[in-house]
């Protein structure tokens, strides 16, 4: 059974830092796009970031560019998100997703095909 698990979430001040961790199991990703998602109360699901298998190929949205830094380890079969100068409006849940084929880079998140189950950011002003 394959599983996504996300870590690292929690309650924090403005200007604060947080490292999401998304730790894979029941099979590898180490050929396989995998990505960060959120989704705030009342809002849709949004891309944050995504890399390639080999880490080579980043994509962030724009309103974490500069802030945010995705990065993998392949080895570990794992994901992180290092979150940086943390604002309210970045209050979510926060999804990593993995795609099921090999050597592709995904930013939507319909094409990804493996989910998380989140973890909760939440930045006080």
């Known amino acids: 059974q394959v599983q996504l698990v996300e870590s690292g979430g929690g309650l924090v001040q403005a200007g604060d830092s947080l490292r999401l961790s998304c730790a894979a199991s029941?099979?590898?990703?180490?050929?396989?796009?995998m990505g960060w998602f959120r989704q705030a109360p009342g809002k849709e699901r949004e891309s944050v970031a995504a890399?390639?298998?080999?880490?080579?190929?980043?994509y962030y949205a724009d309103f974490v560019k500069g802030r945010f830094t995705i990065s993998r380890d392949n080895a570990k079969n794992t994901m992180l998100l290092q979150m940086n100068s943390l604002q309210p409006e970045d209050t979510a849940v926060y999804y990593c997703?993995?795609?099921?084929?090999?050597?592709?880079?995904?930013?939507?998140?319909?094409?990804?095909?493996?989910w998380g189950q989140g973890t909760q950011v939440t930045v006080s002003s």
């Open positions: 997703a993995a795609d099921s084929r090999d050597y592709r880079f995904l930013v939507d998140s319909e094409e990804y095909d493996y």
């Open positions: 029941g099979r590898t990703f180490s050929s396989n796009a």
């Open positions: 890399i390639t298998w080999s880490g080579s190929n980043t």
